[in-house]
């Protein structure tokens, strides 16, 4: 199983609620990335875990919080964002070697996450 | 901005036709990876290319990599209108960080 899955699809949401996002693997990989993607712009790093402990965090605003439960998953929750934050929300995996290293490894991506905030 | 440039930012071109799109960084470049992004979608890892390597092919692929010119290149050859997609090139930036290029929207008209 090679497939990064992200729920849910689509989420509208105002300025007021708490959400959340889902993300999950089953390729034993044991790194896991949160990107921002603006709309014809690259992904943005905004976290990364690594043995499911926080390795990198982009100085991202503390209305989005970052968990990764287990080595499967991880999960954005989303507090009192602001309509800049809508964006195409994307998780990926891969295995944790370090990256400039002679084992640089792929990451996978899933289909990502459309938040619009109203 | 520690962000690849990649060119063309757009390319129009005729099925059967070759797409060619560049990416050059300011900083030094290794194991450069390329990624294709349907509309709307998730990135999908094409190819990578390490440092030793100048030239590397799979399928209608060919990548080349000057790490001296801090530069690397896409080849598609023979298009088809389902390679219509963005095109990132990727360098590893410290542990875990990979620095995206601007991306190329490519078009294969049928």
């Known amino acids: 199983d090679t497939e990064v899955t992200q729920t849910p699809k689509h989420l509208v949401m105002g300025m007021t609620n708490k959400k959340s996002l889902k993300c999950e693997q089953h390729?034993?990989?044991?790194?896991m990335y949160w990107y921002k993607q603006k709309a014809k712009k690259p992904p943005e790093l905004m976290f990364v875990y690594s043995y499911e402990k926080l390795s990198i965090n982009e100085s991202v605003p503390s209305r989005f919080s970052p968990e990764c439960p287990n080595s499967s998953l991880l999960n954005l929750h989303l507090h009192a964002l602001q309509p800049e934050d809508s964006a195409l929300y994307l998780c990926a995996s891969s295995h944790p070697g370090l990256v400039s290293g002679p084992q640089s490894y792929e990451q996978y991506f899933g289909p990502g996450t459309r938040l619009t905030v109203t | 901005s520690q962000q690849g440039e990649e060119d063309p930012q757009a390319l129009s071109i005729q099925e059967g036709e070759n797409a060619t799109m560049n990416c050059s960084y300011k900083t030094s470049i290794n194991n450069l990876q390329w990624y294709r992004q349907n509309s709307g979608r998730g990135l999908v890892h094409l190819i990578l290319i390490r440092s030793n390597e100048r030239e590397k092919h799979s399928g209608r692929l060919r990548v080349t990599l000057d790490t001296s010119k801090k530069s690397s290149s896409l080849l598609i050859t023979a298009s088809r209108a389902a390679d219509t997609a963005s095109y990132f090139c990727?360098?590893?930036?410290?542990?875990?960080?990979?620095?995206f290029g601007t991306g190329t929207r490519l078009k294969v008209l049928a």
């Open positions: 990727a360098t590893p930036s410290g542990t875990y960080k990979y620095i």
């Open positions: 390729m034993g990989h044991r790194a």
